[in-house]
């Protein structure tokens, strides 16, 4: 039994200035027009949730549902962070698979700041995503900096091949007419942009953005009914935590896991590493899932917060081993044309972040490149797509989605 | 001498020392302290003692803010760039996040020594900083 995606639809990426709940609604119509399903006819809704837009926020999916006109539909909302649209898309399809259900709708929408994301208001001291601004600065742009530094220092990276991910995500973005920045740059540009925090520049950094995607899902049974024919297939969804001893910083904590404690239970290991570090695992469950692996794949969508993540996550994902992507990235691999198109969508760097829409707007271009009709940024005789992302509280995904 | 945060540094004659806390039943360290229940999914244990984490370590990476960072941060005015260093602190098994003091960007290296000190944040209260270990 699969599920399937037979519909897909964005509102495009910018500074809007609107509510959310239009973002949200513009691209539910959109991917039931492209589903050519009726939303009188949708049996569940899934909103992922935006935490700084109020109670309407927080209850997305009754917010979608209200807004499209109350249909009898069962709902759930939920939040995961930067995974929020991949857990939504995952309850959508489980119910699929359980068989409670045969057409779901999943939406994802945001309106966002200006600026750096800021916490939540008020003085919450218990809370350490406002303890670690209040203690230490440390805005998101400072982790991605800290882990682009310590890339730098293992493997040799420099502030040119940072300013090299972008280059080629700007182009594929320019394709992009979802996109928020739609104008190709370079290295230059790039490396002539204010510092924000070192050694990452503002063109390095992935911006706050107003977004909408959504999908329409479906078991295969329902889809066939419609004459849907080859609709694109979910082969897995991985929303794994993280593994205990977590010997990464994640965002937004002030420290690691101890690794102490399990060196002493098997003194064998002095400082014990997890088998994988977590955005390994998130990937790694996906292949598992979908019994494929990254030789698999015909392109991938990765989490690009800063252009140096990117680099991670292409080893992260098994495109390469550590300390190895920017030879693939020097070499136009992961170019479009390239063996192995990273970010054909243009990544957070053409889009910047629309949090609870992010994950499914990866799914929306997996959709699209996995269908053939992606335009001028399609990755030729696409068969397979992951799509992966990492957010706050040991939040993560990776969808893989096939033809 | 207001500390910026209860039950995570000490300042004594001693120095400054991280305090975290140790699982009575495992060994798990954690910082900040996490009281009760224990983080080791292999361990049921509920009872944790207060820990001083190791005062010395080696840089795991660093960065800076070159803008002020939004409230509830309070920016010094004039704004100058905070450093922060990650640091690991080997016998604990830990990397910690802390502001650097007096060290600019290009005076750290991954690997260069820190210890810990404390310093003020632009209103006032202290908190646990790293330093040049000499
Ligand atoms: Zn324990």
Redesign the interface.
């Known amino acids: 039994m699969n599920t399937v995606v037979i519909g897909a639809g964005m509102h495009p990426w910018g500074k809007w200035g609107k509510p959310f709940i239009e973002y949200g609604v513009a691209a539910a119509r959109a991917a039931l027009a492209d589903a050519g399903v009726s939303w009188t006819d949708v049996q569940y809704v899934v909103g992922a949730d935006t935490i700084r837009n109020g109670y309407p926020g927080f209850i997305a999916g009754a917010t979608f549902a209200q807004a499209l006109g109350w249909n009898g539909a069962r709902i759930a909302s939920c939040y995961a962070a930067c995974a929020s649209g991949a857990q939504a898309i995952d309850l959508a399809r489980t119910r699929i698979l359980a068989g409670l259900c045969d057409v779901a709708l999943v939406v994802g929408a945001d309106s966002t700041p200006k600026g750096f994301f800021k916490p939540v208001g008020g003085k919450r001291p218990d809370d350490p995503d406002w303890l670690r601004f209040r203690l230490l600065g440390a805005t998101n742009p400072a982790y991605f900096a800290l882990y682009a530094r310590r890339r730098m220092a293992l493997y040799g990276s420099t502030a040119a091949d940072f300013a090299a991910v972008k280059v080629k995500n700007a182009a594929c973005g320019a394709l992009n007419p979802m996109a928020r920045y739609r104008k190709p740059v370079t290295e230059q540009e790039v490396l002539a942009s204010p510092m924000v925090a070192d050694p990452l520049r503002l063109m390095d950094i992935c911006a706050t953005s107003d977004g909408g995607a959504a999908v329409v899902l479906a078991s295969a049974e329902f889809a066939r009914r419609h004459g849907i024919s080859r609709p694109v297939r979910l082969a897995a969804v991985s929303t794994v935590t993280p593994t205990f001893p977590n010997t990464t910083l994640e965002l937004p904590a002030f420290a690691t896991d101890s690794a102490a404690a399990v060196s002493e239970q098997a003194p064998q290991l002095r400082i014990p590493a997890p088998e994988r570090p977590f955005r390994a695992d998130i990937a790694h469950a996906a292949y598992e899932e979908a019994g494929l692996g990254p030789d698999d794949l015909s392109f991938a969508e990765v989490y690009d917060l800063s252009t140096a993540l990117e680099l991670d996550w292409m080893e992260d994902v098994g495109l390469c081993p550590p300390g190895e992507a920017e030879k693939l990235l020097r070499a136009g691999d992961t170019t479009l044309g390239g063996r192995i198109p990273v970010n054909p969508s243009g990544g957070l760097a053409s889009f910047g972040e629309a949090i609870p829409a992010q994950a499914i707007a990866q799914v929306c271009e997996l959709t699209w490149q996995l269908r053939g009709t992606a335009g001028a940024r399609q990755v030729a005789g696409a068969r397979v797509g992951l799509a992966a992302n990492q957010g706050l509280f040991g939040h993560g995904s990776a969808v893989i989605a096939t033809t | 001498m207001t500390l910026?945060?209860d039950g995570w540094f000490t300042i004594g004659d001693d120095g400054t020392h991280l305090l975290?806390t140790r699982?009575a039943d495992?060994?798990?360290?954690?910082?900040?302290p996490q009281w009760g229940f224990c983080?080791?999914?292999?361990?049921s244990g509920e009872t944790q003692e207060e820990t001083r984490l190791p005062r010395q370590g080696t840089v795991?990476?660093?960065?800076?803010?070159?803008?002020?960072?939004?409230?509830?941060?309070a920016?010094a005015e004039p704004y100058t760039p905070?450093t922060?260093a990650?640091v690991e602190l080997?016998?604990?098994?830990?990397?910690?996040?802390?502001?650097v003091k007096d060290l600019t960007?290009d005076e750290l290296?991954?690997?260069m020594e820190l210890r810990l000190t404390h310093g003020p944040?632009a209103d006032g209260p202290l908190?646990w900083m790293w330093e040049a270990a000499q």
Do not use: D, K, M
């Open positions: 910026a945060i975290g699982c495992c060994g798990t360290v954690s910082f900040p983080r080791n999914p292999h361990c795991w990476s660093y960065t800076n803010a070159c803008y002020a960072p939004p409230p509830p941060f920016a905070v922060l990650a080997a016998e604990a098994g830990i990397i910690v996040l802390g502001q960007v290296r991954v690997g944040l908190v």
